[in-house]
């Protein structure tokens, strides 16, 4: 079965800091992944995605996302961390149900918090 | 553009009353989801609308009605809700390509923040 793992419920970093997050993801087809950001109480802003091609893809705000199939990984990551990157990360993969049409399997989210 | 308008931010609403959620897209997109999001979880599929017709319901309860009147609108009619409803309502459309595929890259509204009391 499709799922998305997060395994960082949690991250604090500093400001200026670099950052990776975690995504695991178990597909049976071809995965297309998803990084959303949300802030508090508001929706999901699409951050970045792969779809094929390099895999290393990059996205707004200055964020990068590799994709490694070895690992089933498609980690984010950023060089240098600002205090409004504080948000709530979902990872997230395509999946398409046969005669339904697509649907995402979202991963649980990473809370970044980011100190001074 | 990619903007994904909902209305309104936030609702108030008794158990006994009937209440819509609305949710608008103009980029030409042919699918249209809503989602419902508790806190410090990630959202939860309700339904799914491609090319106006409902392709997908995860099993949601009756209380929720949704209505897709056309390409662009997408409504979720409320009655008779419980305090545990209350939650962040989510709209998302997609461009819903043909043939089918797993690749449709989802555009988010802000959200209508609901509370049952």
């Known amino acids: 079965a499709q799922s998305v793992t997060q395994p ?15 995504c695991n993801y178990s597909y049976g087809a071809t ?29 707004i705000k200055g964020f990068e996302a590799e994709f490694k199939r070895s690992q089933s990984s498609f980690n ?41 | 553009d990619t903007e994904v308008t909902q209305t309104p931010k936030h609702l108030v609403m008794g158990m006994t009353n009937k209440k819509s959620l609305k949710c608008e897209q103009h980029m030409g997109h042919r699918a249209m989801y809503w989602y419902k999001q508790k ?20 099993s949601v309860p009756s209380r929720f ?10 409504n979720l009619h409320l009655h008779a809700l ?10 998302a459309s997609s461009q819903d390509e043909s043939p089918a595929t797993n690749k449709e890259t989802q555009y988010f509204g802000p959200g209508t923040r609901l509370l049952v009391l």
């Open chain 1, 8 to 22: 960082d419920i949690h991250i604090t970093v500093s400001e200026g800091a670099s950052l990776e997050l975690r």
């Open chain 1, 31 to 59: 995965p297309y992944l998803f990084w959303y950001v949300q802030s508090p109480g508001q929706g999901l802003q699409l951050l970045l995605k792969y779809f094929s091609g390099d895999t290393l893809v990059q996205g």
């Open chain 1, 76 to 116: 984010l990551r950023k060089p240098s961390v600002h205090w409004s990157d504080a948000a709530e990360y979902f990872c997230a993969v395509g999946h398409f149900r046969d005669n339904y049409g697509q649907n995402f399997v979202f991963g649980p989210g990473t809370r970044l918090s980011v100190l001074p």
């Open chain 2, 39 to 58: 806190a410090k979880k990630p959202p939860e599929l309700m339904f799914v609308y491609s090319y106006e017709k409902l392709s997908i319901n995860e």
């Open chain 2, 65 to 74: 009605s949704p209505e897709c009147p056309n390409s662009s609108l997408l």
């Open chain 2, 82 to 91: 419980q305090p545990e409803d209350s939650a962040l309502y989510l709209c």
